[in-house]
């Protein structure tokens, strides 16, 4: 098993899409999932760098083992289904605390999935970019009888939580954080709006997250290295340091 | 039994489906009902039920990943005592030992058979040991390097001799009060005769690490909890605690601790087990099994249990876990529930050193895992490639590494062919190139397609169940041209990635079989560039594919140029169909131009040029110029060959003079000869058009002026008759250098002054000036010859003089002039002359000056250099030799010294690099 180098955790609502996103993502599909059980990770190689995605599960039966999964976390996603605003409440009264374990440098961002049911605009993926996208999974027939409106002229739902608010909670989690504002990435890099269904900004979430924790691998790599003392090697700092006084 | 409902049963042991049937509630009555149906039927396969112990162990799943197999069976633990029930287990080896709820300990020799593949247990019983209390026995754990079994009953630790049974008196501290202990597999102190043991004692919120030796307990440590432990395991000084309302990790060496998650102890029975270094398996809300480090970190995901587990066990790469009713295998590389296994009244479930046991309270039985292998293998039949490889993958590190390379391999390869036969190309072709498979397994899938004398035999046991592409496609004819189309790529990359090492042969024939077959036009790019295609077969199939071209090629590829030229004349006859290039008459008299071997041009040549001279004839013009004697045709041959084919001789005569310059008189007349006879002919023809005429003077006409080796008088005898060819005698006089006779014909028969100006140009052309002066004055006074009828010509020769001044001598021309000529007539040439004339003397003086005034300039240097007298006496010496002068000759260095003439001449022989120096000085006599 290849070790990790650094650890993002998605944390949210059940049934807000948190498996749905790590899907489109990874296997660059829609389909319908089960419940997640418990949690589940995928490693992702990024560049020379390995990074553990954890889903988690947002069932309240399985709340206790969320300071586990963020525990170490480097970057937690939060996610809220923009059509339902007690998720969107639900992150801060039932999520936010889970954090507490997460490293004190962590980032945070914030994903209101499911725009394709709001906005029209998320219902053109943006530019996938990956060769390796299959055409015609886009079309992938959900299992589900709910999704009867017809791509061609979808059925918009009334959108429950708005960018703003989403913003508005990036600051408070800032605040719970006790960070200053300005020390930390600001709000409009932060805050998302996906779809997991259509892969609407689904790499661009993914892959602004990736580049966001670079510098957190960088700095566990060398605090690593400097704890390791290499006896084959020599000291060659302090030897320096007596060729100057001589 | 209790607690598990039929309903329940059949739910957990579908697949992943029924999983989630767990996480959904709301899932409808009529879909439970389905999947009820369906895990009966599951549950109902033939030859998997166990009567023989009375239980009903039945395996139903999509992985047989373990098998499980009786140890102690009832009769041997109890007879006929229906209330005692097993409390305990301890397996050590070959030792089994069994705790009662009676107080007895039974100990059991195990041991392994193996019959027909299948692992079986038969069980001895050795001894059997009450303890005199009426508790049942809780704990059992053997120390094997100390001979112990410490044994926890009644709240009290105990040691008993392992073999004997009996109890062993010990020093040190009394072990009371005990809730639980465990021992440390990963002990802190390297003492190889004392076992590390962490007790939860009854009375404090404390955990006491303790070390056992052979005789004597010691207690090392207490470290306090916030809460009672119900349960614990422990790695190096990491204790991983149960608590009543969560699990926490605690350095019992530094003290610090980590919470790990909530979890409700009253309500579900902890499970806390080690399950390698420093890393735990606990029983967590929901009926997960979590994984957690020492750090308090998960690194792998979780699995899914039932609510009602009761005992954890880890068998890389499994998660075995025990419940009400069943067993259940996970697998911990995709959390996927992989085999469960029904068994009722489960009590114990451990893994003890590799052997997982699990246990009712009345009999006990042995979790054999199937060889790795046979998994792998029955994931493969069920086509579950991912899993399969996830679990070979998974299970790299306890394999030897050259094992393992062998293995994965081979089940790269099985997946490929699975994924192809699901024609999956591109997962194939990955599985395939990964998997390094040898491409002859592929191709020997497609019938007829490897070579009759390929030594290549299917690998054994077989990759894949096909016997080959028809059974694959199952008639289907789509599905054949995909698989073919598939195998063409294939090959193509196996081709050029140089991984075909070794049987080329077989990738180029079968590559060569399938353009061939689907009329692919890199058959010829295949024949054309480096290839192995091997002829005895390849040239069947072409034939019967009627790609004659091709074989042609194939044929001139193994050198049997002989069997491609019959061929493709064949073609070319329409003899044999095959149209793959429309200009194969054109190829073929290209091929036979490059043909080295002769014998098989010249069989040729007649037929070519039979077929078309003109085109024919390129046998001989295109041939390449080689080094090789033996290749070269000799033009001689070549020219008498030819004599049959006019057309083509004059083709090919035209190559030699014309492009290839061949001086060879021969030629040069023979094709002279050739181009009068047809400008002759033409005259003699009335259908000639002047199309026709002019174009064959032109050619003769050119060839006249620019040759001088043909043979003129021969030529002149042949236009001589002739009053139309005047141009042509013009030149062959010319040629003869008889210019009056050229001049006449031109001025005064053919009457064009043009021509005859053209002429004078022409003959004087290597010439110098004198001699074309001479020409121009022939010409002039041919002009004014006044005794030819028609008398003088006054206005060509007026025109000859203005247009050509500068070649004439005028003082000759003014003489020659009638009188009676007016000066404005001649003006121009006057004017010219005139111009000449001063331009020439003023050029001169121009130059004379010039050369008055450089060599002006020499004197002056020269009289410089000369500088003023040198004094000579006899007193004087010389700088070379130190002498005096004797004589009065000496020589002057540069800068005036004089010096012996003798001496300077050695100097000079001396330092040769010196000798340009010495040569500017110069001699000079004594003044
Ligand atoms: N329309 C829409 N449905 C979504 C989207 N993402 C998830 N879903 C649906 O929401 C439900 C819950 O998704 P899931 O990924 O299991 O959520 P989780 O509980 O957060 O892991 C499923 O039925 C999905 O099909 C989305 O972007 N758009
Ligand atoms: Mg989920």
Redesign the pocket.
């Known amino acids: 098993m290849k070790k990790p180098d650094v650890k993002v955790a998605i944390l949210?609502?059940?049934?807000?899409?948190?498996?749905?996103?790590l899907?489109r993502y990874t296997e660059r599909k829609?389909k319908?999932?089960?419940?997640?059980v418990g949690g589940a990770f995928y490693l992702k190689q990024w560049g020379p760098y390995n990074i553990s995605i954890w889903?988690t599960?947002?069932r309240e039966q399985f709340h206790g083992l969320g300071s586990m999964y963020c525990r170490g976390a480097a970057a937690i996603m939060l996610?809220y289904?923009v059509t339902n605003w007690q998720s969107y409440v639900e992150l801060e009264n039932r999520f936010l605390s889970l954090t507490d374990t997460a490293n004190a440098d962590c980032i945070f961002v914030i994903v209101g999935?499911?725009?394709?049911?709001t906005d029209s605009q998320a219902h053109v993926p943006e530019a996938q970019s990956e060769p390796g996208a299959e055409p015609g999974t886009e079309s992938e027939p959900?299992a589900?009888p709910t999704?009867l409106p017809p791509p061609a002229s979808p059925l918009l739902l009334h959108r429950q939580v708005n960018r703003e608010d989403a913003m508005a909670l990036y600051g408070r989690v800032l605040r719970y954080k006790g960070l200053e504002e300005n020390a930390c990435l600001p709000a409009d890099r932060t805050c998302f709006e996906?779809?997991?269904?259509?892969g609407y900004n689904v790499d661009g979430l993914f892959e602004t997250v990736f580049d966001m924790v670079l510098p957190s691998i960088l700095k566990k790599k060398s605090d690593g290295e400097n704890s390791t003392v290499d006896l084959e090697i020599p000291r060659t700092d302090k030897k320096s340091k007596a060729g100057c006084c001589s | 039994m209790s607690g598990c409902s039929p309903q329940e049963a059949a739910v957990r042991s579908g697949s992943t489906a029924a999983t989630a049937g767990r996480g959904k509630p709301e899932r409808s009555g009529e879909q439970r009902g389905r999947e009820n149906r369906e895990a009966q039927q599951q549950s109902s396969l033939p030859g998997q039920n166990r009567g023989a112990t009375g239980w009903d162990v039945n395996i139903s799943m999509s992985v047989k990943a373990f098998e499980l197999v009786p140890a102690v069976e009832r009769e041997q633990l109890m007879g006929e005592k229906v209330r005692i029930g097993i409390e305990c287990i301890e397996c050590c080896g070959q030792h089994l030992y069994v705790g009662t709820n009676d107080c007895f300990i039974h100990h059991f020799l195990l041991e392994e058979r193996s019959t027909k593949g299948r692992l079986t247990y038969s069980s001895q019983k050795l001894l059997q040991k009450f303890l005199g209390l009426k508790k049942p026995v809780a704990e059992l754990k053997a120390a094997s390097a100390l001979e112990r079994l410490i044994i926890l009953c009644d709240g009290t630790v105990s040691l008993v001799d392992m073999v004997t049974l009996e109890p062993v008196p010990f020093g040190g501290a009394k072990v009371k009060n005990v809730i639980a202990f465990c021992v440390n597999e990963n002990p802190v102190t390297a003492d190889p005769f004392c076992v590390e043991m962490a007790v939860v004692s009854a009375r404090r919120r404390a955990v006491q690490i303790f070390t056992v030796h052979e005789d004597r307990v010691q207690m090392l440590k207490e470290v306090t909890t916030p809460e009672q432990p119900c349960a614990l395991s422990v790695d190096g000084y990491f204790l991983c605690l149960a608590l009543p309302t969560q699990y926490m990790i605690l350095n019992y060496s530094s003290g610090a601790s980590q919470d790990l998650f909530p979890y409700d102890s009253e309500e579900r029975k902890p499970i806390v087990k080690r399950i390698g270094r420093e890393e735990f398996l606990l029983a967590a809300p929901g009926g997960l099994g979590m994984f957690a480090n020492a750090e308090g970190i998960s690194q792998r995901a979780p699995v899914s249990w039932s609510e009602s587990v009761i005992g954890a066990a880890v068998c890389f790469p499994y998660v075995v876990a025990l419940d009400e009713g069943f067993v259940t295998v996970h697998s911990m590389l995709d959390q996927q529930l992989k085999q469960t296994l029904s068994f009722r009244e489960g009590h114990i479930l451990q893994n003890f050193e590799g052997k997982v046991v699990v246990s009712s309270t009345k009999a006990v039985y042995v979790l054999v895992p199937l060889p790795l292998e046979q998994q792998i293998q029955d994931l493969l039949a069920g086509h579950r490639v991912e899993e399969a490889l996830t679990l070979a993958e998974g299970a790299q590190r306890n394999i030897p590494k050259d094992k393992f390379q062998i293995l994965h391999k081979r089940i790269l390869q099985q997946a490929g062919f699975i994924q192809f036969g699901q024609l999956q190309f591109s997962e194939a072709k990955e599985h395939f190139r990964k998997g390094q498979l040898d491409v002859r397994e592929l191709i020997s899938l497609y019938p007829l397609l490897l070579p009759a004398s390929s030594s290549f035999t299917r690998c054994h046991p077989p990759l894949h169940e096909f016997a080959d592409l028809y059974h694959l496609a199952q008639g289907d004819q789509e599905k054949v041209q995909r698989c073919k189309r598939f195998l063409i790529s294939y090959l193509r990359e196996v081709r050029s990635s140089e991984s075909t090492n070794g049987f080329r042969e077989d990738v180029d024939t079968a590559l060569l079989k399938l353009y061939a077959e689907s009329g692919h036009d890199s058959l010829l790019d295949l024949l054309a560039s480096n290839n192995a295609c091997l002829l005895a077969d390849s040239a069947p199939w072409l034939e019967k594919h009627h790609r004659y071209f091709a074989l042609g090629l194939l044929y001139h590829y193994n050198s049997q140029d002989a069997l491609a030229l019959q061929l493709w004349v064949r073609v070319v006859n329409g003899d044999l169909q095959d149209s793959t290039r429309a200009d194969l008459f054109e190829y073929v008299v290209d091929f036979l131009s490059y043909c080295s071997n002769l014998d098989l041009v010249w069989k040729y040549a007649e037929w070519a040029l039979q077929r078309d001279q003109k085109i024919g004839v390129q046998i001989f013009t295109k041939r390449p110029v080689s080094k090789e004697q033996t290749a070269q045709l000799n033009p001689d041959e070549v020219v008498k060959y030819l004599e049959k084919h006019h057309q083509a001789l004059v083709l090919y005569l035209e190559h030699l003079v014309l492009e290839n310059k061949v001086q060879k008189e021969k030629y040069h007349t023979q094709l002279a000869v050739l181009y009068a006879d047809r400008v002759l002919g033409l005259l003699t023809r009335p259908a000639a058009t002047e199309e026709q005429l002019c174009s064959a003077r032109r050619k003769l006409q050119h060839l006249l002026r620019e040759s001088d080796l043909y043979r003129v008088q021969l030529l002149l005898g042949k236009l001589q008759d002739s009053e139309l060819l005047l141009t042509e005698r013009a030149t062959l006089h010319g040629k003869l250098e008889e210019h009056d006779k050229a001049l006449n014909i031109l001025v005064h028969q053919l009457k064009n002054c043009r021509a005859a100006e053209d002429y004078c140009t022409w003959a004087s052309q290597d010439q110098d000036q004198a001699y074309r002066q001479r020409l121009f004055h022939q010409l002039l006074s041919v002009y004014l010859d006044p005794d030819v009828p028609g008398g003088t010509q006054t206005v060509e020769a007026v025109d000859l003089l203005n247009r050509y001044s500068d070649i004439f001598d005028s003082a000759q021309v003014l003489e020659l002039v009638p009188e009676a000529w007016s000066l404005t007539l001649l003006r121009p040439f006057l004017c010219g002359a005139l111009r000449a004339s001063v331009h020439a003397r003023r050029t001169a003086q121009v130059a004379l000056a010039l050369a008055q005034a450089e060599n002006m300039q020499l004197q002056h240097d020269r009289l410089k250099y000369r500088g003023g007298p040198v004094f000579m006496s006899e007193k004087r010496g010389c700088q070379l030799c130190h002498n005096t002068f004797r004589e009065p000759d000496f020589v002057c260095l540069p800068g005036g010294t004089p010096v012996h003439t003798h001496c300077a001449t050695q100097r000079l022989r001396d330092s040769p690099t010196k000798r340009s120096q010495l040569d500017h000085g110069h001699t000079c006599n004594h003044t």
């Open positions: 949210g609502d059940m049934n807000v899409g948190k498996t749905s996103l899907h829609f319908d999932t089960i419940s997640t889903d599960a947002g996610i289904d999935n499911k725009a394709d049911l959900e589900s999704c996906t779809s997991a269904k259509t």
